[in-house]
């Protein structure tokens, strides 16, 4: 070893940073963010060109293998995704032990989970052929179990996927079609969506991905890791920021309080208000991803003629952000998700699923960073250390001496 890390062991001294705002857990060749200039690049390539030039699936292939793939190795990675979309009958019935308003985040998290009591041929972290299997069955299913638990929620009966479709388009018509009808996938929302999973796929030490790497390192496989880092997403902090964002902008319209005096509650700190949707850790500057989103808002909702009172509310929120001190010296901007939360809504999504579709993006970049950590021959088991500010030692006393 090198560095801090091995001074520190032989002098017995550790490092206390809360929240890790300073400390590397690993190298990794995924993705680059430079937070003060606001660029975020995958495998290299800006997330612009990605955005303007590139799929959901070519992302998903260049993150877990490190290269754009040629024409043939593209159409043989998306034939492979959709040989594995349907689910085994049985955890079709499992969606059935779940009360009727579950929300479809646990329902993801456990139904992933339950994928390795399904797929125990491939559970070998070590075992090359096993991951590829994993991860196709991980890629493919991840869709089917989304729209499967948005069905549930809804009472809908479940339709099972057509594979003549991609990953998307197949996403959308499990989600929104009927079976008793032929169902025609918009193809300007099947864009938009394609989008915003690009802009999800990845972002290196997130909450989400530093757990699929922490649960992973102990050597779990790639199902109970993928599993985790969706519980890990679910937080308001974190993936769960979308839905928050479009709660709190329905909160505005519905109350009393205009714009202003939201903002001076949140100035001030009102019972924990924050402006969800702003402020990131590594971002100081505009989240080149907000920047992205906010343009797409625009155009898919003039698109569907759903231009609603909540972008209004949005944009007028961010305009007094933008101008004001408390965040300009916070160096408080947009996140990703400001504006993904109204995009969503427009397409039909009740708000419960905006997180599951934050994870249904983010997918391909848990599993390569895991990938990734378990083919490091530095990977070791993640432990942390801690700093013990108890109680010295004392001695045990019966219970009626207490
Ligand atoms: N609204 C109001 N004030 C904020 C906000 C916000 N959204 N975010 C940070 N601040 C303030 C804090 O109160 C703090 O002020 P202080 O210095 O006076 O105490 C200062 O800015 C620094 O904030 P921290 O919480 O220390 O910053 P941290 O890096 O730990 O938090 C986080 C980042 C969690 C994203 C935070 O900005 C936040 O809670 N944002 C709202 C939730 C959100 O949108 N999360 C999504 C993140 S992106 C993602 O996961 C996709």
């Known amino acids: 070893g090198f560095g801090i890390g091995s001074l520190l062991k032989e002098t017995g001294l550790v490092t206390l940073d809360s929240g890790f705002t300073n400390t590397a857990s690993c190298t990794s060749s995924v993705t680059y963010i430079d937070g003060d200039q606001g660029i975020l690049r995958y495998r290299g390539y800006p997330i612009e060109q990605l955005a303007e030039k590139s799929t959901f699936i070519e992302v998903a292939y260049l993150l877990i293998y490190g290269e754009l793939p040629t024409a043939t190795q593209l159409e043989a990675f998306s034939g492979r995704i959709q040989r ?56 493919a299913k991840l869709p089917t179990i989304a729209a499967y638990a948005h069905r549930k929620s809804l009472g809908q009966p479940l339709l099972y996927p057509d594979n003549r479709l991609g990953l998307v388009e197949n996403f959308l018509r499990m989600s929104f079609g009927n079976p008793a009808e032929d169902y025609e996938v918009d193809p300007a929302t099947a864009k938009a969506l394609d989008l915003l999973f690009i802009l999800h796929a990845d972002h290196e030490q997130n909450c989400s991905t530093s757990t699929v790497r922490l649960v992973g390192s102990g050597q779990a496989n790639l199902f109970a890791s993928v599993s985790a ?75 569907l003629g759903k231009r609603d009172e909540m972008l209004d509310i949005a944009m007028r929120l961010e305009e007094i952000a933008l101008n004001d001190d408390y965040f300009i010296e916070r160096k408080l901007y947009p996140n990703v998700d400001f504006y993904t939360g109204i995009i969503y809504k427009a397409m039909g999504f009740p708000t419960k699923m905006f997180t599951v579709l934050f994870a249904l993006g983010r997918l391909p970049g848990w599993i390569a960073q895991w990938r990734e950590m378990i083919a490091d021959p530095a990977t070791k088991i993640g432990r942390p250390r801690q700093v013990y500010v108890g109680s010295p030692e004392r001695d045990y006393l019966a219970l009626d001496q207490r």
């Open 229 to 303: 880092g969706i519980h890990a997403l679910s937080g308001p902090l974190h993936g769960g920021a979308n839905s928050a964002v479009l709660d709190m902008l329905e909160g505005i319209r519905t109350s009393d309080d205009d714009v202003d005096t939201f903002m001076t509650k949140v100035k001030n700190k009102e019972k924990g208000v924050r402006l969800m949707g702003f402020g990131h850790r590594v971002y100081k500057n505009y989240d080149p991803r907000a920047a992205l989103v906010k343009k797409t808002a625009d155009q898919i909702l003039e698109k």
């Open 84 to 139: 594995h979309t349907l689910l085994h009958e049985d955890l079709k019935r499992f969606f059935d032990g779940f009360p009727r308003d579950a929300h479809p985040m646990p329902v993801l998290s456990s139904a992933v989970s339950a994928l390795s009591t399904f797929y125990q041929d491939s559970l070998n972290p070590f075992d090359d052929e096993q991951v590829e299997l994993s991860t196709f069955r991980l890629l």
